[in-house]
């Protein structure tokens, strides 16, 4: 087993934040920054499996790009929040899809279950975010594929408006959403989220198999 990432006092994740994804789930793109708490509970590391709940029967993948805070932050300044970035890497927002409709688009079951967030234990502590790019893969096959500059926000203004309803403490995550392209998990699969540089070489992975759940 890979090791574990630090265990952050919240895992604070962005919806809605890539205008192609808003509209793949026929959502509106939000007025204001959307967003809902994953429990840590919720967290493996790479090459540890995701289990699917008997509850559901369309898990979706959402590979994702994360930053860590590295300093107490409430009701911060875009400028502040920034400062206080001190890691990148990459997380899974595994979700619930058919959960996520029957409980009204509500989040946190969909989005809860023990380990349905994946995250690299690596960090990059300074990154031309703009000039990056996230992609998933499921055995191999690119599903999604999306450049970080079509955040809508960016990503400092997300963690300000986040420190705006809740203090973000040393070692807090903020996930800033997933491009187009989430899709179906069975069991077998393997799945791997990607950092992509400016010059296409890969900086970061984080993979993952998915098992049927054994309760």
């Excluded at 920054?33 to 509850?55: E, H, M, T, V």
């Excluded at 690596?122 to 031309?128: F, G, S, W």
């Excluded at 400016?198 to 049927?212: F, I, K, Q, S, W």
Aim: hydrophobic residues 40%.
């Amino acid at each position: 087993m890979a090791a574990m990432p630090d265990r952050p006092s919240k895992i604070v994740c962005l919806a809605r934040t890539f205008r192609k994804h808003a509209a793949e789930l026929g959502n509106a793109v939000p007025a204001e920054p959307l967003y809902f708490l994953k429990p840590p509970s919720a967290l493996i590391g790479p090459g540890d499996a995701i289990r699917l709940p008997p509850a559901s029967d369309e898990v979706h993948h959402e590979g994702e790009v994360a930053v860590i805070v590295g300093a107490r932050l409430s009701d911060a300044s875009p400028a502040a929040a920034e400062a206080a970035i001190i890691g990148w890497t990459l997380l899974n927002d595994v979700t619930a899809r058919d959960l996520q409709r029957k409980d009204g688009g509500r989040f946190t079951r969909a989005k809860g279950f023990d380990t349905f967030c994946p995250m690299a234990t690596e960090r990059i502590a300074t990154l031309d975010w703009r000039r990056c790019r996230v992609q998933c893969r499921v055995n191999g096959a690119l599903r999604q594929d999306g450049g970080l500059d079509a955040l809508i926000q960016t990503p400092a203004e997300y963690i300000a408006a986040i420190s705006g309803c809740m203090t973000l403490e040393p070692g807090d995550v903020v996930s800033l959403g997933t491009p187009a392209g989430v899709g179906l998990l069975v069991a077998g699969d393997v799945v791997e989220v990607r950092l992509v540089g400016p010059d296409g070489r890969t900086l970061m992975t984080l993979e993952n198999p998915v098992r049927a759940s054994t309760r």
